[in-house]
């Protein structure tokens, strides 16, 4: 059974930073794409940003290009979403996901929540 469980959350100040992380088990994660989402009250869950599952390919959505970093730790099964310069639409429930089959997300987990404050 595959489980993804999302750490890092919380409340910060405009321009902070928050680093999340998603701890993966029951899936060959050195083998698996993983990617980000958020969702944000009253809005469709948006793609953030995804990796490769060795490391390359990293992606992002325009608006937190130059803020958001992703990065892997094969060895630990974990991904991770390095977010700098924090600003309230950032705000929302991050999810982590992994893809079957190149980057076709089909595995979440329970989404961690970031608050924003201005």
């Known amino acids: 059974q595959v489980q993804l469980v999302e750490s890092g959350g919380g409340l910060v100040q405009a321009g902070g930073s928050l680093r999340l992380s998603c701890a993966a088990s029951?899936?060959?994660?050195?083998?698996?794409?993983m990617g980000w989402f958020r969702q944000a009250p009253g809005k469709e869950r948006e793609f953030v940003s995804r990796?490769?599952?060795?490391?390359?390919?990293?992606y992002y959505t325009d608006s937190v290009k130059g803020r958001f970093t992703i990065s892997r730790d094969n060895a630990k099964n974990t991904v991770y979403l390095q977010m700098n310069s924090l600003r309230p639409e950032d705000s929302a429930v991050y999810y982590c996901?992994?893809?079957?089959?190149?980057?076709?997300?089909?595995?979440w987990g329970q989404g961690t929540q970031v608050t924003v404050s201005s």
């Open positions: 996901a992994a893809a079957s089959k190149a980057y076709n997300f089909d595995t």
């Open positions: 029951g899936l060959t994660f050195s083998r698996t794409a």
């Open positions: 990796i490769g599952w060795n490391g390359v390919g990293a």
